[in-house]
C-alpha cells in the first residue's frame, strides 16, 4: 500500500506557473505507474498527465500538452506536475493516483489517491 500527499496548489494570475508535488510513503515507489487527474467544480474528475514507473515515457492529455510536464524521482518517492501557461480553465483541485498496472488515462485503473491541492487560476 502507498499513501499519497498533493502540495504545491495555490492562486495564480493567467499565464503563470506552479509546480505541484506528490510525496509517497510506504511501498516501493517506483512499482507504481503515477497519474495526475483534476475536478473542477461540477465537472467529473479528467486524466491530466501520467508517468511510466521507471519515469521513461510520459503521456499527457490533449488540453494540457506542451503546457504540462509530468516527471519523478524515484529515490525521493515523488513526482511533479510543472504547469506552465495556465489558463482560467485549469482551474480545479488536482490529485495524484498510483496504480500498480501500466500507466493509464482511466481513473478507475488507479488504487489509490491522495487528497488533492486546489489550484486557482485569475484570468
Known amino acids: 500500500q502507498v499513501q499519497l500527499v498533493e502540495s504545491g496548489g495555490g492562486l495564480v494570475p493567467a499565464g503563470g506557473s506552479l509546480r505541484l508535488s506528490c510525496a509517497a510513503s510506504?511501498?516501493?515507489?517506483?512499482?507504481?505507474?503515477v497519474g495526475w487527474f483534476r475536478q473542477a467544480p461540477g465537472n467529473e474528475r479528467e486524466f491530466v498527465a501520467a508517468?511510466?514507473?521507471?519515469?521513461?515515457?510520459?503521456y499527457n492529455a490533449d488540453s494540457v500538452k506542451g503546457r504540462f510536464t509530468v516527471s519523478r524521482e524515484n529515490a525521493k518517492n515523488m513526482v511533479y506536475l510543472q504547469m506552465n501557461s495556465l489558463k482560467p480553465e485549469d482551474t480545479a483541485v488536482y490529485y495524484c493516483?498510483?496504480?500498480?498496472?501500466?500507466?493509464?488515462?482511466?481513473?478507475?485503473?488507479?488504487?489509490?489517491w491522495g487528497q488533492g491541492t486546489r489550484v486557482t487560476v485569475s484570468s
Open positions: 508517468i511510466r514507473r521507471s519515469g521513461s515515457s510520459t
Open positions: 510506504g511501498r516501493t515507489f517506483s512499482v507504481y505507474a
Open positions: 493516483a498510483a496504480a500498480q498496472a501500466s500507466y493509464s488515462s482511466l481513473a478507475n485503473e488507479y488504487d489509490y
